[in-house]
């Protein structure tokens, strides 16, 4: 049944459809698109951590020749959105919560005008106290991000999660503590992952046209163009129908396109302007505005049999969202019901939080939410298998997944193929030879 | 202020209404509308928008328009076109050594002017040469392996095979696909 000889591409190599117009330089970008009457644009990003807006004055800015529209929150129409939570200002209203975000816009004639534009633009910040560790942003005298949030959605820094209402997602199967008594071995152990930035070579960029029907197309560098044109419907207050999303060609976005970026701003400026806009934003812009992969920290205790049979795991995870909670509760979810790995493990409970940091947002970043929860969980496992004197591929082996087990969640595995893998995996890498 | 700048695009003459303040980029970019270069960068870190300037490689976002004046700027547009590709270009697509390709004009670039003045050179010299030019996707494997396998079929051509007998040899290092395939017409 899993004879690749039976597929035309399966277990083949094919070359990409578009490869021969990407060698000849005839794809075309987002960046390579021009049309009539295109304004260039340029973001006024926050220089601060965490601030009060004292005032944001535009007026040199407008005065600029060639300067066509300069947008704050006060130009935007619908100003919070999120994926499951509104809580992210397309432009800074009040406060700033990272170094990097949104504060400001301007479209112009040109990208230099615009650029000489953007620096005329006075922010005056009053600083606030920042905080960029999630577990430190968990303790009681943290300064909080969110404090017209608190209650419902945020508690102090800490995310509310809306099914439950508690402060942590929750996994609870059979008994942790009794599988922790019936264990021969216990091991416990702290992990922790870093941001790491998607950084596609092609940074965001959105180029905006209002039709003439009332309507706004929106060409951008997009992975989520159908869920993301509700947002941006919102965000300018027009009909679904009237807002169309197009995603040309991508030059990479790992994750991070996923969520909206370049594109609220420059639909709001392309509004004021009744012009079409382009924002493209540069590298050193995109470090600084757009997320990372989230980073994570977990305490683990992990307790086995002496013949390798994994008994009892107790998990708890600290994701630190960055200042909006964008898609971190979808991702924690994730880790709160598969990252324990592929294993059958009787007795489990895992805490999973969520928390705001004065950081860029998190984004989904290659495997979403599950790279973090596996390199711990299978560190884990290495380390068990060396407690135990055992070969770490028999030690998987022994507890993976089989047709018919049922996860933590009660969720019944069909087609596991992870045996398969393993082996595969290990014959390739000659296990046998160096073990 | 404007000024009027005159350089050869590609081997014609053009000019140029720039301010001093221009790169070489902006004018690609958004004067003469060059649909292959890149910007992404624009710190001289990526090498996405590298262009051949009087043979040499280049980042074209770290050198003043004004700078150019009489000089011959060579882009992607110049090298093959579909029906006609340059073993580089080849071997990039049968090598699956472009994901994205928002890099890949600008490796092909660097890899052209390299290889035009070291025909012959060591795995570890292409690395250095395409050192400046950043990858997220491919993992610069293939990229590498791909300049190796257009030089190969440079040296065969140049032998004296036939393009044919090149290219067939050349899909024999990679085990991939006939010319045929590919939609490559042999000129
Ligand atoms: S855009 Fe010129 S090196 Fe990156
Ligand atoms: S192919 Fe995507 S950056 Fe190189």
Redesign the interface.
């Known amino acids: 049944m899993y004879e690749k000889e039976t597929y035309d591409v399966i277990g083949k190599?094919?070359?990409?459809v578009?490869?021969?117009?990407?060698?000849?330089?005839?794809?075309?970008?987002l960046?390579?698109m021009?049309v009539k009457d295109m304004l260039y644009a340029k973001a006024v990003l926050s220089t601060e951590h965490h601030a009060r807006i004292l005032s944001i004055d535009t007026a040199e800015a407008e005065k600029l020749p060639g300067v066509h529209a300069v947008v704050t929150a006060k130009d935007v129409p619908h100003n919070l959105i999120g994926i499951t939570l509104d809580d992210t200002p397309v432009l800074a209203e009040g406060k700033v919560r990272y170094k990097g975000e949104m504060v400001a816009a301007v479209a112009a004639e040109?990208?230099?005008i615009a650029c000489r534009a953007a620096k005329l633009i006075k922010v005056v910040y009053e600083r606030l106290p920042a905080v960029f560790d999630p577990r430190e942003a968990m303790k009681a005298d943290a300064p909080v991000i969110h404090d017209e949030m608190q209650g419902k959605d945020y508690k102090g820094n800490i995310h509310v999660v809306p099914a439950t209402g508690e402060l942590c997602q929750k996994l609870r199967h059979g008994d942790v503590e009794e599988g922790f008594k019936q264990s021969d071995i216990i091991i416990e152990h702290k992990f922790a992952t870093c941001p790491q930035k998607?950084?596609?070579?092609?940074?965001f960029c959105t180029l905006a046209a209002p039709d003439g029907n009332d309507g706004m197309t929106i060409w951008s560098t997009q992975q989520c163009v159908f869920g993301n044109a509700g947002h941006l419907a919102k965000v300018i207050q027009m009909p679904l129908s009237k807002v169309r999303v197009i995603c040309p060609?991508?030059?990479?976005g790992?994750g991070e396109k996923n969520q909206l970026g370049t594109e609220p701003v420059t639909a709001v400026l392309a509004l004021k302007a009744r012009r079409p806009v382009k924002l493209?934003l540069?590298?050193?812009e995109s470090l600084q505005f757009t997320g990372t992969k989230h980073p994570m920290y977990f305490t683990y205790k992990l307790g086995a049999k002496k013949d390798g049979t994994l008994v009892a795991m107790k998990r708890e995870c600290i994701t630190g969202a960055g200042a909006y909670r964008s898609v971190a509760m979808l991702i924690t979810m994730k880790v709160t019901y598969w990252g324990a790995g592929p294993y059958n493990i009787p007795n489990q409970h895992a805490d999973c939080y969520v928390v705001a940091t004065n950081k860029q947002i998190g984004s989904a970043f290659r495997g979403f939410g599950m790279a973090q929860p596996t390199f711990a969980t299978e560190v884990m496992m290495d380390m068990l298998a060396e407690k135990l004197n055992m070969d770490p591929l028999e030690l998987r082996k022994k507890n993976i997944y089989r047709d018919g087990d049922h996860m933590a969640t009660g969720q019944a595995v069909r087609a596991a193929g992870i045996e398969l893998v393993l082996d595969a995996v290990a014959a390739m890498a000659g296990w046998e030879k160096t073990s | 202020m404007k000024l009027t700048i005159r350089f050869k695009l590609n081997g014609k003459a053009v000019s140029a209404a720039i301010t001093p303040e221009m790169t070489l980029l902006t004018v690609l970019k958004d004067v003469m509308l060059v649909n292959s270069v890149k910007r992404a960068c624009v710190s001289g870190e990526c090498g996405a928008c590298t262009v051949i300037v009087d043979g040499k490689a280049m980042n074209a976002c770290l050198i003043l328009a004004m700078t150019i004046e009489d000089k011959n700027v060579e882009t992607l547009e110049n090298l093959g076109a579909p029906d006609r590709l340059h073993p580089l270009q080849k071997a990039f697509v049968e090598m699956g050594a472009s994901q994205c390709g928002f890099c890949t004009p600008g490796f092909i670039m660097a890899a052209k002017a390299f290889l035009d003045e070291n025909p012959d050179p060591t795995e570890e010299q292409i690395r250095v040469a395409l050192s400046g030019n950043l990858c997220r996707c491919t993992g610069y494997v293939k990229p590498v392996k791909a300049v190796q396998q257009a030089i190969q079929e440079m040296k065969d051509i140049e032998s004296g095979l036939t393009p044919v007998q090149a290219i067939q040899g050349a899909a024999r290092i990679m085990q991939g696909h006939s010319a045929e395939e590919l939609n490559i017409q042999i000129h």
């Open positions: 190599s094919r070359p990409r578009d490869a021969v117009k990407q060698v000849t330089g005839q794809v075309q970008y960046g390579d021009h040109t990208y230099d998607p950084l596609p070579i092609e940074n060609a991508m030059g990479g790992f493209e540069t590298t050193e």
